[in-house]
């Protein structure tokens, strides 16, 4: 089966991984090379419950505009996938940290992992 948008080849994923999602702090991946944010987001590894998650981003420390979503606990599920595409803040060099952080508004034991796109310059 053909994907209806082929991945182009000057797109690399990273990835970052929290065991709870619902409890407020930070989890990080590295840039492996100079480039673009194109888009972010995360999946959960289970529902969360009583209060929405908000996500932003920072890129070695600045705010990424654009870069902030929820993960709703209205019909959440595991495997529920959120992303945001930012807007600005979004350039990245190597080694750069990219820092996915988490209110903690939610709550039950939400594993996450979260991605990063980015276009290689």
């Known amino acids: 089966m053909s994907l209806p948008d082929p991945r182009p080849f000057n797109i690399i ?34 529902a969360v419950t009583t209060a929405d998650t908000a996500i932003t981003s ?27 595409i930012p807007s600005g803040a979004n350039s990245v060099n190597e080694d750069d940290n990219i820092e996915f952080i988490s209110d903690g508004a939610g709550s039950g034991t939400v594993p996450t992992t979260y991605f990063a796109d980015i276009r290689v310059s």
């Open 13 to 46: 994923r990273v990835f970052a991984y929290t065991a709870d999602s619902s409890t407020a702090g930070s989890a990080f991946a590295v840039s492996p090379c100079r480039g673009k944010i194109i888009k972010m987001g995360s999946v959960t590894g289970a």
């Open 58 to 84: 920072k890129i070695a420390g600045t705010l990424v505009t654009g870069g902030a979503w929820t993960i709703a606990f209205t019909s959440a599920a595991a495997g529920d996938v959120d992303t945001a």
